[in-house]
């Protein structure tokens, strides 16, 4: 897994994600090899490895350059940013693709017998619970509703009826869950769906992607796509035609290889 000629990809290990994603890598042409239980697929015909983890860990993984590319819900990336923006940090990683599928919203969801509820505005004083704190507590400030967050790590639907909050933010796909405990949609916080993540280019700025000559790259100084300078038509062709793996990863993804 430290060949750095070999694009890392982090996927959901188990999700709503899990099945589509690796769908679409087979219909990409990936072969991969994963034995039972392990966390580690590897590419049999493509410089590709696969890392199965929890989603929430993703955009870290690629924020920290561990991945090249991670493949999340908009709903992690959005929390993970906002939460970074609350520590006085920029998030480093990028939206490089949206995808068609995993589609959900975060929505706001009350009791079906809340008299109380009359719109956002009603929201002031209540308690909502959520495992999106940093999203929920954005949606609230646009609005200048004063509201209490309860922060949980799962579980949400039913904190109404342990008395635990007034109101849910919780992700909803089909609307079942809700249903099964006796809530309603009222609001939609964010639309959301499955992108692929990366580090950008600017965080791995250098005037070349090979850090030395490589003697199976005859265009090696002049390939890398964030070079100030830009080769001509005719090295462009070269590049295409014998490009080294290492750098068509790094075209790729846009990660430097370590030597």
């Known amino acids: 897994m430290d060949n750095p ?42 410089p590709l490895d696969l890392l199965f983890v929890r989603d929430d860990d993703i955009p870290d993984l690629v924020e920290e350059d561990v991945c090249d590319l991670g493949l999340v819900g908009l709903n992690v990336v959005e929390e993970k940013r906002l939460e970074l923006a609350a520590r006085g940090h920029t998030a480093r990683f990028e939206i490089l693709r949206t995808l068609d599928f995993g589609r959900c919203r975060l929505a706001l969801a009350v009791p079906e017998d809340a008299l109380w509820w009359s719109g956002p505005e009603s929201l002031g004083g209540k308690r909502i619970a959520t495992t999106y704190p940093y999203m929920l507590a954005r949606w609230l400030a646009e609005r200048s509703i004063s509201a209490e967050i309860v922060t949980l790590s799962g579980a ?18 089909t609307g079942s869950t809700l249903v099964a405990n006796r809530l309603r949609e009222v609001e939609v916080v964010l639309e959301s769906h499955a992108v692929i993540v990366r580090t950008p280019l600017s965080a791995k700025a250098n005037t070349s992607c090979c850090t030395r000559p490589d003697p199976h790259c005859p265009q090696s100084e002049n390939c890398c796509p964030v070079a100030n300078r830009r080769p001509s038509s005719r090295s462009r062709a070269a590049v295409t035609k014998w490009r080294c793996m290492r750098c068509a990863a790094k075209t790729s993804s846009g990660k430097r290889s370590k030597r």
């Open 156 to 173: 949400v639907e039913i904190a109404p009826r342990l008395g635990r909050a007034d109101a849910i933010c919780d992700l909803v796909s």
């Open 5 to 46: 000629s070999r694009l890392k990809l982090a996927i959901q290990k188990s999700g709503r994600l899990t099945d589509q994603s690796i769908d679409l890598l087979a219909r990409c042409g990936l072969k991969f090899s994963r034995g039972k239980d392990q966390l580690v697929g590897f590419g049999e015909n493509m």
